[in-house]
Each structure stands twice: as structure tokens, then as C-alpha cells.
């Protein structure tokens, strides 16, 4: 089984930073794909920021400029660091990764962290 672990989330005050970090582990043979997913209340969930094992990043418009996404693939790890945070920021946040859990089967599955709360204060 795979498991994702996520950290870092809390309460900031607006303009300040968070930096979120997500640790996958467990049957892990390749990551093709971690990024962060974030939903407000009474909204849809959104995707934030992705990046790929090939180093492809890709980002949200609401947070281009202010949010940066990295990954340690030796230690199955993808971080968000939020900058400049603002009211509108405020959801909780998911990590999320398509697994490859053995060498020879081309099928990946997409596991979900348990979302941690990012409160921004104006």
C-alpha cells in the first residue's frame, strides 16, 4: 500500500509563507506525477501546481509568482512554498500522486493525502 503524508499547513497572516511538504511511501516503484489540489469551502477543488518526474512544472494563475512546487524523487517528497499569501488562499490543501507500484505493469494509480488547513488572516 501507498501512503501520503503531508505538514505544514497552520495559520499566517496575509503576505506571509507556508511551505507544505508531502512524503509518499510504501509499494513505490516510480512517481510519474505530485502536485497539490486546494479546496476553499463551498467551492470546487482546485489544482494548484503540479510537476511531472521529467521536471515539467505547471501552476494555477491565481498563484504564479508566488507559489513555487519541487520535488525530491530520492525521497518520494514534493513541497509547495507559498509566498505572499493572501486571504483567498485560505482551503485545505491536498497532495496527490499517480504511483507506478511495480516494474513490469504499466497501470498507475493516484493516491490522495488527508488535506491540511492553510488559514490566511487579513
Known amino acids: 500500500q501507498v501512503q501520503l503524508v503531508e505538514s505544514g499547513g497552520g495559520l499566517v497572516q496575509a503576505g506571509g509563507s507556508l511551505r507544505l511538504s508531502c512524503v509518499a511511501s510504501?509499494?513505490?516503484?516510480?512517481?510519474?506525477?505530485m502536485g497539490w489540489y486546494r479546496q476553499a469551502p463551498g467551492k470546487q477543488r482546485e489544482l494548484v501546481a503540479t510537476g511531472t518526474s521529467g521536471g515539467s512544472l505547471n501552476y494555477a494563475d491565481s498563484v504564479k509568482g508566488r507559489f513555487t512546487i519541487s520535488r525530491d524523487n530520492a525521497k518520494n517528497t514534493v513541497y509547495l512554498q507559498m509566498n505572499s499569501l493572501k486571504p483567498e488562499d485560505t482551503a485545505v490543501y491536498y497532495c496527490?500522486?499517480?504511483?507506478?507500484?511495480?516494474?513490469?505493469?504499466?497501470?498507475?494509480?493516484?493516491?490522495w493525502g488527508q488535506g491540511t488547513q492553510v488559514t490566511v488572516s487579513s
Open positions: 510504501g509499494s513505490i516503484f516510480s512517481i510519474n506525477v
Open positions: 496527490n500522486a499517480d504511483i507506478k507500484t511495480s516494474s513490469w505493469s504499466q497501470r498507475q494509480y493516484r493516491y
